[in-house]
């Protein structure tokens, strides 16, 4: 049985078993296949390591947790009838982490519809940080942020030619408008802005326009394959600009798909350094990774870990008997709550949780360095 044959094994028993022994039953939507499956494979791993380590503890107040995925293909139609589901038929708690802009929106009329609050979805996108929306905690800071300090860094190294290619959907806008920040505060203008389908990705008249403008960086706002082909046809096309990318893309499996393309691409992080044991977050899931046999954590798995530890502290604040009322109230009832070396605050004013964000790039040895 190959991985991915096994994670949708794993996923379907889930989806099936979970009555006979589930109590604290939890709902995840999210592309285990498609495009963004190998970053959303590792971030549900991370989140894992943290949950199964909290269930071998006795779990939460003497319940475990169990997580119910459900695979969306990266679809946000399929995401909605997931969480329809999920929220309606399997009477989850709470959701959490599901992964992309346009499918976690999908799922806002169902959240609010139901009173269920949604942790830590993977996605950085500013429409669900401002204006608060009431049912959703975020757990990492905005792609705008991201972007915005990648485009100043490339600027302090003397970049000023930079093109911006993104995806056609509301993730790739808001992207966008972070990297327009940036850019206007280093009084520079998009050399190249350039959006394309995601559906359908097409790079190859996009591509020409990037060496006949002569730039010096791209910034692609996209999901991980997009990026690996965009990234294939710049090449071909001759151009050598240096290449950025949002954290949506900073798996391992990301890196595997760029092949000989990985050097030397930057990725933005909103986690810390993944080797870094000076933060006990970090430190704590790398023990909890070698434990299971697992000898490397990578950012995608920290963002999993630190959204699992938000959730179980919102359950146990919940109390013996967690409703889903009781979970939004534990949500917006957390201040200054430390996480390993990271704080997190919400408010009913305010749902952003974390607002870290850094720059990596992706060494020869295929790993993310900082």
Not at 191 to 211: C, M, N, Q, W
Request: no cysteine; charged share 20%; aromatic share 6%.
């Amino acid at each position: 049985m190959n991985k991915t044959t096994a994670w949708l094994a794993a996923i379907a028993f889930a989806a099936l078993s979970h009555a006979s022994h589930a109590q604290l039953l939890i709902g995840q939507t999210a592309g285990f296949t498609g495009p963004v499956g190998a970053g959303v494979k590792e971030t549900t791993e991370g989140a894992k390591l943290y949950i199964d380590a909290i269930n071998a503890k006795g779990g939460v107040g003497g319940q475990k947790i169990e997580l119910v995925s459900l695979d969306d293909k990266f679809d946000p139609k399929l995401a909605a009838e997931n969480a329809r589901k999920l929220i309606e038929e399997q009477d989850v708690l709470a959701m959490f982490l599901t992964r992309g802009t346009p499918h976690t929106e999908a799922i806002i009329p169902l959240l609010d519809k139901n009173s269920v609050a949604l942790v830590g979805p993977s996605t950085g996108a500013m429409v669900l940080h401002q204006p608060v929306k009431k049912r959703i905690f975020n757990v990492r800071a905005t792609y705008q942020r991201e972007a915005e300090k990648a485009i100043t860094h490339l600027n302090s190294m003397g970049i000023t030619r930079i093109g911006i290619v993104y995806a056609d959907d509301s993730f790739g806008a808001d992207g966008v408008a972070g990297a327009q920040k940036g850019l206007a505060g280093a009084k520079l203008n998009a050399a190249v802005l350039e959006k394309f389908d995601r559906s359908k990705p097409d790079f190859g008249p996009i591509a020409p326009k990037l060496v006949q403008a002569n730039v010096q960086a791209v910034m692609m706002v996209a999901s991980g394959q997009a990026v690996a082909d965009g990234i294939k046809a710049f090449r071909a096309a001759g151009s050598g600009a240096q290449i950025v990318t949002l954290s949506n893309n900073a798996s391992g499996g990301f890196v595997k798909s760029l092949g000989d393309n990985a050097r030397g691409v930057i990725v933005t992080q909103v986690f810390p350094y993944e080797r870094s044991i000076a933060y006990p977050m970090v430190k704590e899931a790398q023990d909890l990774a070698k434990a299971k046999g697992q000898n490397d954590v990578s950012p995608a798995m920290l963002e999993g870990f630190a959204a699992a530890k938000v959730l179980v502290e919102a359950l146990r604040r919940a109390g013996p008997k967690p409703t889903r009322d009781k979970i939004q109230t534990a949500l917006e009832g957390m201040r200054k709550i430390d996480i390993g070396g990271l704080e997190v605050n919400y408010s009913a004013e305010d749902h952003t949780g974390l607002d870290f964000a850094d720059l990596s790039i992706i060494g020869t040895d295929g790993k993310f360095k900082r």
